[in-house]
């Protein structure tokens, strides 16, 4: 029964992590470290701009990454 409800809570827990929220502009306050994914014109079609949080008086990270849905996988795909 422990084993049970072990594995009830750990798949609770880790499928909201799974997803991504891609937000429409980029927020105000961001914590040092913290990853927000934004939807922004200037990175190619099918890319996010990734921004990391800094700690203060350091300028935040940009960077544009492939969304994590959209990234080829060699298991799935077909010649």
């Keep these: 029964m422990r084993v ?7 798949s609770a827990v880790s499928m909201p992590c799974i997803a991504q929220t ?6 105000l306050v961001l914590a040092p470290y913290e990853i927000a994914y934004v939807q922004d014109p200037s990175c ?3 890319k996010v701009l ?4 800094a700690i203060r ?8 990454v492939a969304r994590a849905g959209d990234q080829a996988s060699l298991a799935t795909a077909t010649p």
């Design 4 to 10: 049970f409800l072990l594995g009830l809570v750990f």
């Design 22 to 27: 891609v937000l429409k502009s980029e927020p």
């Design 44 to 46: 190619a079609t099918g």
């Design 50 to 53: 990734k921004v990391t949080g």
């Design 57 to 64: 008086g350091l300028h935040r990270k940009r960077v544009c």
